[in-house]
């Protein structure tokens, strides 16, 4: 991570390229954040202001959010979704597990019972809206114990103990 002045936020500057030089042949990422922007993003209350306030700096995300990223990916995660009445639930597993070990971070119960998954794609469900809208246009698929888990698919597991 690399901590520059706002005026650096964009661009970087002599420190950043000598890091990223440094990291070139590692399995690294440079984040680039600015500590003043963010210590007033954590200040803000709502999720509308913090977007205005990154817009007004012509940023997207914050440096937060990029190192989670960033993170994310070095790590070799992934996060999928349980919904349900009460709650949605974010699971964080490695990249390339199957169903029955996504299943096992709910619960062990779950993964040594694992049956079958009910899986919707989130981009589907972004479009549809809601889990009855996407079982209605066919986006829900039953999946088997071979099936990967793909990053922001949302599950209902069947199992039997």
């Not at 706002?6 to 600015?34: F, P, Q, W």
């Not at 199957?98 to 619960?107: D, F, S, Y």
Request: with cysteine.
């Amino acid at each position: 991570m690399a901590n520059v002045d706002e005026n650096s936020i964009h661009t970087g500057n002599r420190h950043v390229t000598a890091l990223k030089e440094a990291v070139k042949d590692e399995n690294a990422e440079v984040v680039v954040v600015c500590a003043a922007i963010e210590a007033q993003i954590a200040e803000l209350e709502s999720e509308e202001d913090r977007q205005a306030f990154l817009a007004e700096y012509g940023l997207t995300d914050s440096g937060l959010s990029k190192l989670i990223r960033a993170s994310y990916h070095l790590l070799d995660l992934i996060t999928y979704f349980t919904a349900g009445e009460k709650e949605v639930r974010a699971w964080t597993i490695k990249k390339g597990w199957k169903a029955p070990q996504a299943a096992g971070v709910i619960h062990s119960d779950f993964e040594k019972g694992f049956i079958k998954a009910e899986v919707i794609k989130l981009s589907d469900y972004q479009i549809f809206k809601s889990e009855q809208a996407c079982r209605e246009a066919g986006k829900m698929a039953i999946e088997g114990k071979e099936y990967t888990v793909e990053d922001g698919d949302i599950m209902h597991f069947r199992f039997n103990v």
